[in-house]
């Protein structure tokens, strides 16, 4: 992990455990900065860097009431909140058609309510602040293409990046709102999604940059985000997909190479 060299703030990570949201935390601690992670259950190991180790605190984000408490505690044991990061989120796979209404209502509720909700009370604080605040929405490829299996979730993302425009709006100056939305990352779950290391690398081969991002690349990239470096990006999304998907027509289409096409009226 690369170290940096902004003066410590007080950043709060939800779902900051494991996956995309320990990256995250860990690019903070190596900054230096005072890190509290967030998640239903404590984990094995906390994300720690250079000797920092982050600070857990249980939080079910879904809860309104829980969420308040959370930035209440922070505050009161740091003095201030300089950077929130709503990572906490994700869907199982399910069939839009058959999925039940509960299914989808609790999908919306961890993934857009929550995390406004989160900026809510964030807000709240860094506004009282001199330096203000930071607010980074983590979304996904799945809110600006098609997302089947995940229908909900990928609306929810959707809704998201119109939050963060929106916000942005309403809390500024004091308070900067971004997204940082990542495309197809490996973590510890990958094997749920893609399969063995054959599956993993063959979607992989699919992506221009020739393989899936690892957590770092999105850490790096909220990290950044979150900086005195990107203090005019406020209201827009960041997208980290690799260069994309290659556009399935062109695998389907029959073309043939210019050698085997000839001109009208020649041999």
């Given at each position: 992990m690369q170290e940096h060299n902004n003066a410590a703030r007080v950043v709060l990570v939800t779902g900051g455990t494991k996956g995309i949201g320990r990256g995250i935390a860990q690019a903070f601690l190596a900054g230096g900065d005072r890190v509290v992670v967030c998640a239903r259950q404590p984990p094995a190991d906390l994300p720690e860097c250079g000797?920092?180790?982050?600070?857990?605190?249980?939080c079910d984000v879904r809860e309104a009431e829980a969420v308040k408490a959370l930035v209440a505690g922070i505050v009161e044991r740091h003095g201030r909140l300089d950077v929130l990061v709503n990572n906490a989120g994700g869907s199982p796979a399910a069939d839009a058609a058959t999925a039940s209404p509960r299914f989808h209502e609790g999908v919306i509720r961890l993934n857009l309510l929550s995390p406004f909700?989160?900026?809510?009370?964030?807000?709240?604080?860094?506004?009282?602040?001199?330096?203000?605040?930071?607010?980074?929405?983590?979304?996904?490829?799945?809110?600006?293409r098609p997302s089947p299996g995940t229908a909900a979730y990928g609306a929810a993302k959707a809704g998201v990046l119109s939050l963060v425009s929106s916000l942005a709006v309403e809390w500024a100056p004091k308070v900067r709102v971004v997204a940082v939305s990542p495309g197809l990352v490996r973590t510890e779950q990958s094997q749920l999604h893609?399969?063995?290391?054959?599956?993993?690398?063959a979607v992989g081969a699919t992506i221009p940059a020739g393989r899936m991002a690892e957590p770092r690349d999105i850490a790096d990239a909220v990290y950044w985000v979150a900086s005195p470096a990107a203090a005019y990006m406020s209201g827009t999304n960041l997208l980290l997909h690799g260069g994309g998907e290659r556009p399935a027509f062109l695998g389907a289409a029959q073309t043939k190479t210019p050698k085997e096409t000839k001109e009208p009226g020649r041999g």
């Amino acid at each position: 992990m690369q170290e940096h060299n902004n003066a410590a703030r007080v950043v709060l990570v939800t779902g900051g455990t494991k996956g995309i949201g320990r990256g995250i935390a860990q690019a903070f601690l190596a900054g230096g900065d005072r890190v509290v992670v967030c998640a239903r259950q404590p984990p094995a190991d906390l994300p720690e860097c250079g000797g920092r180790v982050a600070e857990f605190v249980a939080c079910d984000v879904r809860e309104a009431e829980a969420v308040k408490a959370l930035v209440a505690g922070i505050v009161e044991r740091h003095g201030r909140l300089d950077v929130l990061v709503n990572n906490a989120g994700g869907s199982p796979a399910a069939d839009a058609a058959t999925a039940s209404p509960r299914f989808h209502e609790g999908v919306i509720r961890l993934n857009l309510l929550s995390p406004f909700n989160l900026a809510q009370a964030a807000n709240a604080q860094m506004q009282r602040q001199d330096a203000g605040g930071v607010i980074v929405f983590i979304g996904s490829i799945s809110g600006l293409r098609p997302s089947p299996g995940t229908a909900a979730y990928g609306a929810a993302k959707a809704g998201v990046l119109s939050l963060v425009s929106s916000l942005a709006v309403e809390w500024a100056p004091k308070v900067r709102v971004v997204a940082v939305s990542p495309g197809l990352v490996r973590t510890e779950q990958s094997q749920l999604h893609y399969g063995d290391e054959a599956g993993i690398a063959a979607v992989g081969a699919t992506i221009p940059a020739g393989r899936m991002a690892e957590p770092r690349d999105i850490a790096d990239a909220v990290y950044w985000v979150a900086s005195p470096a990107a203090a005019y990006m406020s209201g827009t999304n960041l997208l980290l997909h690799g260069g994309g998907e290659r556009p399935a027509f062109l695998g389907a289409a029959q073309t043939k190479t210019p050698k085997e096409t000839k001109e009208p009226g020649r041999g």
